[in-house]
């Protein structure tokens, strides 16, 4: 049985982890390398760990079949904006794709935006991920207008947070 939650305070290791194999696995799907990520200090993992384990600004959320991590994806609050995140670092193990990992991750995801009152969500993705920018427009995203007629570099999506998942005052 597949569970969805969010990362939790102290997981920096097993993030890094899951960052590292979904970047391996998929290194043309991320806007950075391997070396760069593998790379990076003990420090700066814990810190954008636990950042992304509480508040409201920023969550990453795991996927896990029995006690294995499968998935992972994060939302990321755009600058100052009240109401826009970005999507980010989406991947599900090769073996579980095509499996409902995936939505069920974006379901979580939305279902958390909403509760914070982001109406808008956006991705990045990497020209030539066919398979991704499928999923995602089947899951109700769109190609914003900027990024329609692009072609070499990413594409940029967006989807608005359903109405039912926006919080309510």
């Given amino acids: 049985m597949t569970t969805i939650r969010r990362l939790r305070k102290g997981e920096a290791d097993l993030y890094r982890r899951l960052r ?6 998929s290194p043309s799907a991320f806007e950075t390398t391997y070396e760069a990520v593998s790379a990076r200090s003990p420090e700066s993992w814990r810190e954008q760990a636990d950042s992304s384990a509480e508040g409201n600004d920023r969550a ?3 996927a896990f079949e029995g006690e294995e991590a499968i998935g992972i994806s994060a939302l990321y609050r755009v600058g100052t904006s009240e109401d ?6 989406v991947w599900v193990a090769p073996g579980h794709r095509g499996t409902g990992v995936a939505r069920a991750l974006m379901d979580k995801v939305f279902a958390w935006a ?4 982001f109406r808008q969500v956006v991705a990045k ?3 030539g991920n066919e398979r991704a ?4 427009r089947n899951y109700g995203f769109a ?10 570099g990413p594409r940029i999506i967006s ?7 926006a919080k309510t005052s």
């Fill in 60 to 62: 990453t959320f795991l």
């Fill in 84 to 89: 826009v995140a970005e999507l980010l670092q």
């Fill in 20 to 25: 590292l194999l979904s970047i391996a696995d």
């Fill in 143 to 152: 190609l914003a207008e900027e990024s329609a007629e692009e072609t070499s």
């Fill in 133 to 136: 920018l499928t999923f995602y």
């Fill in 114 to 117: 909403g509760k914070c009152g």
């Fill in 125 to 127: 993705v990497t020209s």
């Fill in 159 to 165: 989807r608005p947070v359903p109405a039912g998942w």
